[in-house]
């Protein structure tokens, strides 16, 4: 049985939705109140430590970080298409992963949470920008020449990013001077089966 | 042919000359110079479009984020030890993985190079040290009833987390008051074959 701690405006627990949704994989959904900043409560903390959504709970295990949960969901249901065996292919995937939570995440989403809600935990807007920037550009660079950002075909590296990138107006970082970066969000929505927001 | 392009005082890179050493494989070192910020030219972002260390070439492909670095030689030399087949397992290390990249980097990482070097890319002291409590709180909690991050033995998990969680104290993080931790860096280092730094 596999349950989904979720809260509506997560970025991050859009992701799993994406690769449950792709899978056709049967999920129980647990929406966290983030208006009353439920994933911040203790009795949340006994779910997960972090105080973070998503977490994805297999039979009693928990995994309360998003990469981890398209992981064990793109090995477990996915037969190797969405994060592959093959050593340096493998590693390919995870370095799209680690920009994911490091310049999407610290850049993209944390400059657009500090413009939607005034809160600024890691930066200012200036600092967000500037590492989304970093991202945005490595997007570009690579999607001129690929389809898809890891391999030839679409993995939980394209998944991972989506979300914040395709947001990136909201923190105040214009997508029209990325072509490419334009040209794969489409791309990825259209794949059958992609989640809704 | 592997090649490692490192610089002397990186943590991320350090995580990979671990690993290299544990595993016992030949690489060819190049080393960047920091204090010059060589890693931010037009010529070594061609080689990492990031404009960041490690950055590990195998055969002409370069993968140039630490994790995926990880990933690529634990399942290219380490018969799934340090980074297991099993999809929940696999899932398991990965979250320790991204909690390197996140809160140990912005938080522990972030804090210490900031007072190190005057340099502050994304956020504050307070900032920096708040993320790394909610990192060294979440190793403590795991680490007192376990010797290893991940599973029950050492895995890349291990390896990601510990360079800056061993320097938490020259990120002015007091590690004291965390006894488990202090244990597992004292037998991560004890491991036959772990690098000195």
Redesign the interface.
């Known amino acids: 049985m596999i349950r989904l701690y979720t809260m509506l405006p997560s970025g991050n627990s859009y992701k799993v939705r994406i690769l449950l949704s792709l899978l056709n994989v049967p999920f129980e959904k647990v929406v966290i109140d983030h208006e009353r900043h439920e994933h911040k409560t203790p009795e949340f903390r006994k779910i997960s430590?972090?105080?973070e959504v998503p977490v994805l709970e297999?039979d009693g295990?928990r995994?309360?970080?998003?990469?981890?949960?398209l992981?064990?969901l793109?090995?477990?249901y996915g037969k190797g298409q969405w994060l592959p065996d093959d050593?340096?292919q493998?590693?390919?995937v995870?370095?799209w992963?680690?920009?994911a939570?490091?310049?999407i995440?610290?850049g993209l989403q944390y400059a657009r949470r500090g413009l939607k809600q005034n809160r600024?935990?890691?930066?200012t807007l200036e600092?967000g920008q500037?590492?989304g920037k970093?991202a945005l550009?490595?997007l570009e660079?690579r999607l001129k020449s690929h389809q898809w950002l890891a391999l030839e075909r679409p993995t939980i590296a394209d998944i991972a990013c989506l979300p914040y990138v395709e947001t990136a107006p909201e923190a105040g970082m214009d997508l029209n001077p990325y072509p490419s970066i334009r040209a794969w969000i489409a791309r990825c929505k259209a794949l059958p089966g992609w989640a809704p927001r």
Request: glycine content about 6%; charged content about 15%.
């Open positions: 430590p972090r105080g297999i295990t995994l309360w970080d998003s990469s981890a949960c992981v064990y793109a090995r477990a050593p340096l493998m590693a390919e995870m370095q992963l680690a920009l939570g490091n310049e995440q610290f600024w935990t890691a930066g600092q500037a590492l970093i550009d490595l660079d």
